[in-house]
């Protein structure tokens, strides 16, 4: 759930990819899996110790959710809803405006949350610092990185973006390769939290494709 890269054409297709940064010790389906929220099918890897997600698609939206906001912050359970279950919430509202307006975040920890509204091109980031929300516009964008600020600093960040601005040749694989590179190993700063998986949606000609690569730990 910790570093996302999207790049988009002119036309709206996009390749979104997302590192889950995660503890080793959290259970995770090993499969992508169809399931059904509030009368619609999404497709995604699932978290099984919350049943929730960090990304998936519909027929309508794709969407994923990085750990904390804008800035780091303590965790501090418990919470009232997991992130992987409040980001399925979104199935309620009848657009993106909607939940962003209507949805009840207190007791959530923060999130920064990518929707991208697949009938409509309509593109947003929802940030939660567990406060405030605020929304970011993306309709304009061509390249979107992301970096959680729970695990990665200001200059990290900085240097993922810059990976990704430097690729030559955008296709899926070389937007892989990076991620590869990227995934965070065992360390001291973090000894229980690792890359688990990178995940991938290819969307094109009104076609969703997801490739979910579990990491070796």
Known sequence: ?????????????????????????????????????????????????????????????TVCVLNGGYENHSHRPPYRMSRGLVILE?????????????????????????????????????????????????????????????LYNASEKLFHKEKFEELEFINYEEIYKIHQKLAMPKNEKYPIVQSTSITQIIYSGKVTNLKFCPIQI
């Open 1 to 61: 759930m910790c570093i996302l890269s999207i790049f988009i054409q002119t036309n709206g297709d996009f390749i979104l990819t997302q590192n889950r940064d995660e503890s080793i010790y959290r259970p995770t389906s090993p499969n992508v899996e169809t399931r059904e929220f509030f009368g619609r099918k999404i497709t995604g890897p699932v978290d099984l110790n919350s049943g929730g997600t960090w990304i998936y698609y519909t027929d309508k939206y």
């Open 90 to 150: 979104l199935l309620k509202f009848a657009s993106m405006d909607e939940f962003i307006s209507e949805i009840n975040l207190d007791g959530i920890e923060p999130f920064t949350m990518l929707m991208i509204d697949l009938k409509s091109n309509q593109k947003q980031i929802l940030v939660w610092d567990g406060k405030q929300k605020f929304v970011e516009n993306l309709n304009d964008e061509k390249l979107i990185v992301r970096s959680s600020s729970t």
